[in-house]
């Protein structure tokens, strides 16, 4: 399977905390490319929350997680995280991980476009 796979989701009361994993399956996360969180709320359209170069590090966060939220990533697991905390009701959505690769040697890191392989999702739920 050459997608990530997404795990950690759940129902978590508001203020709280949960981890999403994101696994490269079948293959890794190579070291000049992009790693992004998206989610979907019902009748939404889908945005972007986070994202890691996985080459430098360096992170990106939408404004309305910033401050609460940190994407990482664990090279030895071969596993990009992210940390959600002070969970809120409007929080709730289905949580995508994607990867992104070209040869430009620069990423639209917030645009869905840029990502080539994406994964199944997790569901996060948060009730007030």
């Known amino acids: 399977q050459v997608q990530p796979v997404e795990s950690g989701g759940g129902s978590v009361q508001a203020g709280g905390s949960l981890r999403l994993s994101c696994a490269a399956s079948g293959y890794a996360f190579i070291t000049n490319s992009i790693v992004g969180w998206f989610r979907q709320a019902p009748g939404k359209e889908r945005e972007w929350v986070a994202s890691?170069?996985?080459?430098?590090?360096?992170?990106y966060y939408t404004e309305a997680v910033k401050g609460r939220t940190t994407i990482s990533h664990d090279n030895a697991k071969n596993t990009v995280l992210l940390q959600m905390d002070s969970l809120r009701p409007e929080d709730t959505a289905m949580y995508y991980c994607?990867?992104?690769?070209?040869?430009?040697?620069?990423?639209?890191?917030?645009?869905?476009?840029?990502?080539?392989?994406w994964g199944q999702g997790t569901q996060v739920t948060v009730s007030s």
């Open positions: 890691i170069y996985t080459r430098s590090g360096n992170t």
């Open positions: 994607a990867e992104g690769r070209n040869d430009r040697g620069y990423f639209f890191h917030s645009r869905e476009a840029e990502y080539t392989s």
